[in-house]
């Protein structure tokens, strides 16, 4: 079974200064997807962005990007020019590319603190 | 557009009561899910529909039960409440595309006392 690691509780950042946040994931597919996944004190849950694993390019949306190591089983998320608005958690997701497979699994989050 | 919308927002039990956790959406999603976020523990999934007329267990179905009642709609029963079903339930959908996202409710924060 497909698991997902993001071994930081919690991390700080200075506002407008870049921080990254790590997720592993343990799986033996060669094709899935990956997801970060902003829930701000809201609740919401807002996708920020995803990375195919077959697309050795690494994804960016705007001031977010990945750091995607397939062989490492690694999926960061860089958030540069940190701004007050970021503070949330952050949630790592993988979906298999599997026919037949509709799970998606999480890890357990990581709580980001911007310090202003 | 309402998205995924879930009912109610905040709810307080008894242990023992009953009630059913609702569950719409309007973006054509084939998929549904029901999920809970407890601290420290990401969000585990309950129950998954993958298609109308379908529902499966998820990583911790226990004590919960669901109805795929038509595409739109996908709602989480609890029979008998318990002290540990103390949570925040998401109920999300997917098209069936693999690099579909999940798109979330708004929760659902419960509190069986």
């Known amino acids: 079974a497909q698991t997902v690691t993001q071994s930081q509780p919690e991390m700080s950042v200075q506002e407008a200064e870049t921080v990254t946040l790590s997720c592993t994931y343990d799986?033996?597919?060669?094709?899935?997807?990956l997801f970060w996944y902003k829930q701000p004190p809201s609740r919401q849950m807002i996708l920020v962005i995803r990375q195919e694993a077959y697309k050795q390019q690494n994804a960016t949306e705007n001031r977010f990007s990945v750091n995607f190591q397939k062989a490492a089983k690694s999926f960061s998320l860089k958030i540069s020019d940190s701004q007050l608005g970021d503070a949330a958690m952050y949630f790592c997701?993988?979906?298999?590319?599997?026919?037949?497979?509709?799970?998606?699994?999480f890890g357990t989050g990581t709580r980001l603190k911007v310090l202003a | 557009n309402a998205g995924v919308t879930q009912t109610p927002k905040f709810q307080v039990l008894k242990t023992g009561q009953s009630m059913t956790l609702q569950c719409a959406q309007d973006m054509n999603h084939n998929s549904m899910y029901w999920y809970r976020q407890d601290p420290g523990m990401g969000l585990r999934l309950i129950y998954y529909s993958a298609s109308e007329g379908t529902t499966d267990k998820g990583e911790v179905p226990n004590g919960y039960n669901v109805s795929r009642l038509n595409k739109r709609e996908f709602s989480l029963r609890l029979e008998s409440a318990a002290p540990s079903q103390t949570s925040v339930y998401f109920c999300?959908?997917?098209?069936?595309?693999?690099?579909?996202?999940?798109?979330f409710g708004n929760g659902t924060r419960l509190t069986v006392t």
């Open positions: 799986t033996s597919e060669s094709d899935y997807y």
């Open positions: 999300a959908g997917s098209r069936t595309d693999y690099n579909s996202p999940l798109h």
């Open positions: 997701a993988y979906r298999s590319a599997d026919s037949g497979t509709y799970k998606y699994i």
